[in-house]
């Protein structure tokens, strides 16, 4: 069972001026030379699950050259048979607007998890090369579109932690201090059991996948690094205190964890060759599409950008 993309219809997106396109119920194959916008059809597909490119662009950076704005329309059918439609509109006048069946969004956030979808790239290397940030980024991303409630606590974090480091710059009191301490922990919770719960489920998907892909030549392993593995976020909190004085902004908290993947043992980061880190992003990718299949009840959208480069 899986989640269907029937029809996409494409104005002034990047090099698109005007597409309609009508998909297949299988698998859809898109060829082209170079420039030809091929990506950017997956990007359009992107805009209808997040409200945003799947790359570091912004809106106004995707309106085709010499225009005032773009639209991006999407027709789903869902396991059920149910008919959805999206359309995401940008112009550089009035902004981004999403609509979900001719209704308008309050908020772009309410819609994450609606068009659940998978992305595999080569750009995908980047989640094993990369530093922290990155990985943080993929797994919000991933656990966003399958848990409401995980996606209210992340930003309820980043509202809190944003206003708490300006704190830091201005010599703040221990009561003011300590409210934003507890703003955070409540939110950190949540956050931490649910990342532990489902890394705890990709771990072995991720070894069963990368054993397939390598013809079992290798074994990979992946680890979740958190300082709540520690301590509670208000017992670090308060013991790093003179330490986010001196640095200005807060130094402890969820919003450092990582997600560590080893072979033979050793971080694959450091001691990977490119073509083991292509396996292990990709076994990455599969053991998320995976767990969105079990959690949402259907299959996701998944897109393959470049796939046959690899």
Known sequence: MRMRLDRLSIINFKNIESEDISLSAGINCFVGDNGAGKTNILDAVHYLSFAKSMHTLTDSQCVRHGEEGFIVDGRFTRDDERPEQVVCSYTRRGGKTLKRNGKEYDRLSEHVGSVPIVVVSPADTALISDSAEERRKYFN??????????????????????????????????????????????????????????????????????????????????????????????????????????????????????????????????????????????????????????????????????????
């Open 141 to 310: 991303r991933f656990l966003s579109q399958i848990d409401r409630t995980y996606l209210a606590a992340l930003m309820r974090y980043n509202a809190a932690l944003q206003e708490r480091n300006k704190l830091l710059k201005t010599s703040p009191t221990e009561d003011i201090l300590l409210i934003y301490d507890a703003m955070l922990s409540a939110s950190a919770d949540v956050i931490y059991a649910k990342r532990t719960e489902v890394i705890a489920e990709m771990k072995p998907l991720v070894a069963e996948f990368y054993a397939a892909l390598s013809e079992e030549r290798e074994e990979t392993s992946l680890e979740y690094r958190s300082e709540l593995q520690t301590a509670s976020l208000a017992e670090l909190l308060l013991a790093s205190r003179q330490k986010d004085f001196v640095n200005e902004h807060t130094t402890s908290g969820i919003h450092r964890d990582d997600l560590i993947l080893k072979i033979g043992g050793y971080p694959l980061r450091k001691y990977g060759s490119q073509g083991q880190q292509r396996t292990a992003a990709l076994s990455l990718k599969l053991a998320e599409l995976d767990i969105m299949h079990r959690e949402l009840g259907e299959w996701p959208v998944l897109l393959l950008d470049d796939v046959l480069s690899e």
